[in-house]
C-alpha cells in the first residue's frame, strides 16, 4: 500500500471531476443507496433520541460518559477512517484498471475493520464484567444499544469487504466493472460515517 | 503503462486528494480525544466538535462516497441528513443547559 507511489501514477486519465464531464452519476447500485439512507435515517433517530435524552438528566450523562474509555474510542475512530482510506484507493485503482492491486487495500481495511471490532469487544467485555448492562441507566441503555446497533454493521461490512477482496483478487473489477466494488465501498464509508457523529456525541460531548 | 479509457468517470476524485482528506480525518480525531483527555466542554468547544464532525461526514459524503459527482438529488439527501443530525444534536446539548 505504497501510498505516495501510487498516488502519482495510477491517476487515471479519465479520473477528473466527472461533473466537469457534464455527466453526473451514483456510484454504485440505486438499491444499495436505498439500503444505505434507510440505515442512516435510523441512526439519525437514535443520535436524536439520545441528545435529547440527555438534556433531561445532564448530570447523569456526564458522570456515566467519563467512565468511558475514550483511549479506545478514539483509537476506533483512527481505525475506521484509515480504513476508509484504504477502501477509497482500492476503489480508485479500480477505476485505473489495477484491479488485483486494489485487494492489497482492501485487505488493509479490513485488517483495521477487524481491529475495530477486537477493540469495541474488549471494551464491552470490560464493561459488562463491571456488570454494567442495558438496564444499568438510561446512559447505557443508549450507550449500549446504540454502539451495538453500530457494531453489527461493522461485522457486515467486514463480510462485504471480504467479498469484495475475494473478486478483487480474481480480477473481477476494472474500469467498466466497478458496480459492486463501488456498491461495497459506500456501505463501509456509511459505517464509518456513522461513527463519525456517534464518537463526539457519546464520549466527548460534555 | 496505459491506462484504459473508460466512459466510467471517477467520483472518487485523486489519490493525493483521498491522503489529505484522510490527515484530516486522523487530526480531528486526535483534536476530539484531547477534547476527552482535557475534559473540557461548554458550548465554544460543543461548536468546534460539531463543525469538525460536520466537515469530516462532508468529506467521507462528498469524496470517499464519491457523492461530489453524484446528481444534486443525492448530494441534498445525504448532506441533508448530516446538516440535520448535526442540527439536532446542538438544539439537544443546548436544551441541556442549565436555564
Redesign the interface.
Known sequence: MDTDTTMEKHTPAHQSDSSALGQQRLPGDLAIWVFILAELLVFAVFFGAYVFARAGDVELFSAEQAMLNSNLGALNTVLLVTSSFFVVRAVQLGEAGEGRRAANWLAGAIACGAGFVVVKFSEYVAQFSQGISLSSSTFHMFYISLTFFHFMHVLLGLVILVALWRNARAGLYGPDNMNGLESGAAYWHMVDLVWLILFPLVYVLR | MT??????????????R??W??IF??AS??F??A???T????IS??AL??G??FA??AF??L??????????L?KA??LG?LV???L??V???L??LPA
Not at chain 2, 479509457?5 to 472518487?12: N, Y
Not at chain 2, 475534559?39 to 461548554?42: F, H, I, L, S, W
Open positions: 491506462h484504459p479509457t473508460s466512459t466510467h468517470p471517477s467520483a472518487h476524485g485523486t489519490p493525493r483521498a491522503f482528506i484522510w480525518l486522523l480525531t486526535v476530539a480525544w477534547m476527552a483527555k475534559d473540557m466542554g461548554g468547544i460543543m466538535l460539531m469538525l464532525a469530516k461526514g467521507v459524503i469524496d470517499y462516497m464519491g457523492i461530489r459527482g453524484a446528481p444534486t443525492w439527501i445525504t441528513w440535520v443530525v448535526c439536532v444534536i438544539l439537544g446539548y436544551k441541556g
